[in-house]
T-cell receptor
């Protein structure tokens, strides 16, 4: 069985400061891991994915995430927040071939001016 | 956006009425999914399809049925809508290792 924990339901940062959104997963086999972003009243957009290649994954809009197997973590970071980053972020673990996606509950990121 | 459209985008209905949501894709993907999104739960899988006429249940399938008579269309039906089915519904397709999502349908059951 797979599961995802997003440790913070809401994170608030000031514009220009770093962003850290935390994700821990549980999986009985080598997982694929994803981060999706959802802006208000919009659909889900893929930010980045880890599928057993490089452990440091770079995504769109300056985001990156590092897969740490020993810590079962896949935290999302960005060096400098922008107002447009305010959104809901979902961490996802999946099994083989893009099937069986299990979503975390989401973290709402607020960016203060 | 993986060529996924959903219709309608918004719907308000009354308890006990049937409702059908449509997902349409243009890229001939084999796998299609229906999720519901509720605050604090992320997205939860309702049903999925692995080919024409091939479907299976997900985590929260009670009260929902699906059909797929053509590769491009995946229909989600609420036979008798209840207030607990008020939600945002997303359709998705999968490529080799990733899922891509449609724009969503906001359903309100009064």
């Amino acid at each position: 069985a797979q599961s995802v924990t997003q440790l913070d339901s809401h994170v608030s940062v000031s514009e220009g400061t770093p962003v850290l959104l935390r994700c821990n997963y549980s999986s009985s086999y080598s997982p694929s891991l994803f981060w999706y972003v959802q802006h208000p009243n919009k659909g889900l957009q893929l930010l980045l994915k880890y599928t057993s290649a490089a452990t440091l994954v770079k995504g769109i809009n300056g985001f990156e995430a590092e897969f740490k197997k020993s810590e079962t973590s896949f935290h999302l970071t960005k060096p400098s927040a922008h107002m447009s980053d305010a959104a809901e972020y979902f961490c996802v673990v999946s099994g083989v071939l893009g099937q069986n996606f299990v979503f975390g509950p989401g973290t709402r990121l607020s960016v203060l001016p | 956006d993986a060529g996924i459209t959903q219709s309608p985008r918004h719907k308000v209905t009354e308890t006990g009425t049937p409702v059908t949501l449509r997902c349409h894709q243009t890229e001939n993907h084999r796998y299609m999914y229906w999720y519901r999104q509720d605050p604090g739960h992320g997205l939860r899988l309702i049903h999925y399809s692995y080919g024409v006429k091939d479907t299976d249940k997900g985590e929260v399938s009670d009260g929902y049925s699906v059909s797929r008579s053509k590769t491009e269309d995946f229909l989600l039906t609420l036979e008798s809508a209840t207030s607990s089915q008020t939600s945002v519904y997303f359709c998705a397709i999968s490529t080799a290792d990733t899922q891509y999502f449609g724009p969503g349908t906001r359903l309100t059951v009064l």
